[in-house]
Nanobody
């Protein structure tokens, strides 16, 4: 079955960094575009970044451009999100997702990121 397991979240001070990981299984990871979403309390889930199957095209939300970097390791079936210069407004639960009509319904448990002094 499809599984997405996010990890790497935590509490960090403003200006700090975190690296999130998402381990995927149950599908052919290397052929799909993958993405990171986040959901803050009381807000809708929003797309943060995406990466095509070979890593050739990266897209970012305007709010994270220049601070976040998405990457992937197809040998490890893992997608990453390097987050630098974190701000309190980055506080949210972060999820990875497969950008496929068939697989996009699957979500992991997410990983909590809290940016606070």
């Amino acid at each position: 079955q499809v599984q997405l397991v996010e990890s790497g979240g935590g509490l960090v001070q403003p200006g700090g960094s975190l690296r999130l990981s998402c381990a995927a299984s149950g599908f052919t990871f290397r052929i799909y575009t993958m993405s990171w979403y986040r959901q803050a309390p009381g807000k809708e889930r929003e797309l943060v970044a995406s990466i095509t199957n070979t890593g050739g095209t990266l897209n970012y939300a305007d709010s994270v451009k220049g601070r976040f970097t998405i990457s992937r390791d197809n040998a490890k079936n893992t997608v990453y999100l390097q987050m630098n210069s974190l701000k309190p407004e980055d506080t949210a639960v972060y999820y990875c997702n497969c950008m496929s009509a068939r697989l996009s319904k699957y979500w992991g448990q997410g990983t909590q990121v809290t940016v606070s002094s």
